[in-house]
């Protein structure tokens, strides 16, 4: 097991992770069906985003992005992650081929 995976699985806490499914198309109506949303429980880290890291980020990403995620658990590009009752957005996943976990970059989500 890698060093960023142990520091994971000891730091890591409760939180939820929501999903919307894929939006469909009624041939009836011709209108779209918006996609039901599934909510789980994953452990993660979140900390806040340091400048070096912040550049790291493509430019129309970094003014949203203050806070980083690491994750076992599987996130993707407009997942919901809850802590705390503070609703972020997925808004980056960092490409990863090893290391067994997740790298995201969050916003926060207005109301």
Do not use: C
């Not at 493509?58 to 996130?75: H, I, K, N, Y």
């Not at 407009?78 to 957005?89: E, P």
């Not at 995201?104 to 109301?111: M, N, W, Y």
Request: glycine share 8%; charged share 25%; hydrophobic share 35%.
């Amino acid at each position: 097991m890698n060093i960023a995976g142990r520091a994971i699985d000891r730091r890591a806490i409760g939180m939820s992770l929501t999903r919307r499914a894929a939006d469909s198309y009624d041939q009836n109506t011709g209108k779209a069906i918006e996609g039901a949303p599934t909510t789980t429980p994953i452990k993660a880290v979140i900390q806040p985003a340091t400048g070096n890291q912040l550049r790291d980020l493509p430019e129309g990403v970094r003014t949203e992005a203050q806070w980083l995620l690491w994750s076992r658990s599987e996130v993707v590009l407009d997942d919901t992650v809850t802590h705390k009752s503070i609703d972020y957005r997925v808004v980056y996943v960092w490409p990863r081929d090893e290391g067994a976990f997740y790298r995201a970059a969050l916003g926060r989500k207005t109301k």
